[in-house]
C-alpha cells in the first residue's frame, strides 16, 4: 500500500470513530462524516479488492436485494407517489458507513469504535440527566422524558445496547479500576432506560442480560439467579422511583384491557390491523414503495374509521408489517434474510460475539415496534455496528489463512 493510501486509510479511521461518537448525539454532524468517509474512502482506492470482498459478503447480498426489491416496487406504485417512494429508498444511504467499516476500519480501532459510540451515549446521558434534574433545557424535551436528541422509542434502543456492552465489559475485564467504571456506567445508562418513556428498550432490557450473562456463564443455577435477581432489583427500584415508568406500566396495563386507538400501544395495534388488510390483499408484491401511506388511509377511510388517529401516523411503527405492505412476502424476507445473515456472521472473539447477539436481538426486536430499518438514526446505528461486526469477522478469516 502506498504513502497517500495510507494516509487515507487513516483519515478514514479517524472519521469512522468521529462516526461513532456522532451517532447518538447529532444528525447534521454526522451526516458531514460520513460525506468525508466516502471522499476519503474513494481516494484510498483498492477497488478490486474493496468490491471483491463486498460482492462476496452475504450480508451485502441480502442488504442489495432487499434495496432491490424495494426498487423494483416503483414500478407497481402509483405515478402521483412515485416522489415518495424515491425518497423512502433514498434514505438508504445512510447505509453507505458499513461499506466503508468493512473494508478499511483497521483491526485496532474496532475497540475504540465501540468506545467512541460509549463516548457518544455518555454525553447524551448528561444532557439526559441535566434536563431530568432541571439544569438545561431543550425546546421540546420535557423534564419527564429526557430524551436529548432523538425519539424516546429509538433512544431506548440505543440505551440498552450501551448496556449490553458495558455489562459484557463488566464480566470481561479483570482490571477493578475498569469493572467500577463500567458497573458505576451500567448503573446510569439503566437508571435513564427507566425514567425515560421508551418502553422498548425497557422490555429489551430483559431481554439484553439474559443474553449477556448466558453467552458469559452458559445456562446454569447461577446465570438464571443472578439474571433473576437483577431483573427483579431493576424493576422494583424502577416501578417504585421512576414515575414516568410506573405511569406507562399502568397506561400499558390500561391498554391490554380496553384497545383505545388513540394511545401509544393501541394505535401500533391498529397499524398492525391495518398492514394485515392490505397484505392479505397484496400477498405476493405489496402495494410498492410510496404507496404504503395512501393505501393505509384509504383502508382505515373504509373500514376502520375508529382509526382515525392511526391514519395519521407517517410510519408503521413495525418493520417488518410495514415491509410486507410495500413489497410483500419478497420485502418480509428481504428484510429477515439481512437479520439472519448478521446473526449467522462467525465470530470467535467472545465480546464482539456477545455485541453481535446483543446488537441482532435489539434490533430484531425493536423492529417489532418502530422503522428500525428506515428512520435515518437506527439506520446509521445499522452501519455501524454490522461494519464493526463483519470487520471483526474478516480479521478473523485473514488470520486462519
Known amino acids: 500500500m502506498n504513502v497517500v493510501a495510507n494516509n ?15 451517532i447518538p448525539l447529532s444528525l447534521d454532524i454526522l451526516r458531514a462524516v460520513v460525506i468525508l468517509m466516502m ?38 406504485t402509483e405515478p402521483d407517489n412515485l416522489k415518495i417512494g424515491v425518497s423512502y429508498i ?48 431543550i425546546k421540546g424535551v420535557s423534564v419527564t422524558d429526557p430524551s436529548p436528541f432523538m425519539h424516546h422509542t429509538l433512544y ?48 429489551l432490557f430483559v431481554l439484553m442480560l439474559f443474553a449477556v450473562i448466558i453467552n458469559r456463564y452458559r445456562v446454569n443455577p447461577a446465570s438464571i439467579a443472578i439474571t433473576a435477581f437483577v431483573l427483579a432489583a431493576v424493576s422494583y427500584l424502577a416501578f417504585t422511583f421512576s414515575p414516568n415508568f410506573h405511569r406507562r406500566m ?22 398492525n390491523i391495518v398492514a394485515k388488510d392490505i397484505f392479505l390483499e397484496h400477498p405476493l408484491l405489496g402495494v410498492g414503495a410510496g404507496d404504503h401511506l395512501t393505501e393505509k388511509s384509504k383502508v382505515i377511510q373504509t373500514d376502520h374509521p375508529e382509526m382515525a388517529y392511526v391514519g395519521k401516523i407517517v410510519h ?26 448478521l446473526a449467522r456472521t462467525q465470530i470467535t472473539d467472545q465480546d464482539i460475539k456477545v455485541i453481535k447477539i446483543v446488537f441482532v436481538l435489539a434490533f430484531a426486536v425493536a423492529s417489532l415496534s418502530d422503522a428500525m430499518f428506515h428512520l435515518n438514526r437506527p ?17 478473523e478469516r485473514i488470520s486462519t489463512v
Not at 391490554?256 to 397499524?271: D, E, P, Q
Open 39 to 76: 471522499v476519503f474512502w474513494i481516494r484510498e482506492g483498492g477497488w478490486k479488492g474493496k468490491f471483491a470482498r463486498i460482492r462476496h459478503e452475504r450480508l451485502f447480498q441480502a442488504l442489495f436485494a432487499l434495496i432491490a426489491i424495494l426498487i423494483l416496487s416503483l414500478l407497481w
Open 90 to 137: 433514498g434514505r438508504y444511504w445512510y447505509l453507505l458507513p458499513a461499506v466503508v467499516i468493512y473494508t478499511s476500519l483497521e483491526q485496532n480501532n474496532i475497540d475504540r469504535a465501540l468506545s467512541a459510540f460509549l463516548l457518544g451515549m455518555f454525553i447524551s446521558e448528561v444532557v439526559s440527566y441535566g434536563i431530568f434534574f432541571g439544569i438545561f433545557h
Open 316 to 341: 408503521y411503527h413495525n418493520q417488518y408489517a410495514e415491509f410486507l405492505v410495500i413489497a410483500g412476502i419478497f420485502g418480509f424476507l428481504g428484510y429477515l434474510a439481512i437479520l439472519v445473515m
Open 379 to 395: 439506520l446509521s446505528l445499522f452501519a455501524l455496528f454490522v461494519g464493526l461486526i463483519l470487520a471483526q469477522a474478516r480479521y
Open 156 to 203: 431506548s434502543v440505543f440505551l440498552v445496547l450501551t448496556a449490553g456492552i458495558l455489562l459484557n465489559r463488566l464480566l470481561s475485564h479483570d482490571t477493578l479500576g475498569h469493572k467500577i467504571i463500567y458497573a458505576l456506567f451500567f448503573v446510569t445508562v439503566t437508571a435513564n432506560l427507566f425514567i425515560n418513556s421508551g418502553r422498548t428498550g425497557q422490555f
Open 250 to 271: 399502568i397506561e400499558t396495563y390500561n391498554t391490554t384491557k380496553t384497545i383505545n386507538y388513540n394511545t401509544s400501544i393501541g394505535a401500533r395495534v391498529g397499524l
Open 8 to 22: 487515507n486509510t487513516r483519515i478514514i479511521n479517524y472519521l469512522i470513530l468521529l462516526y461513532a461518537l456522532t
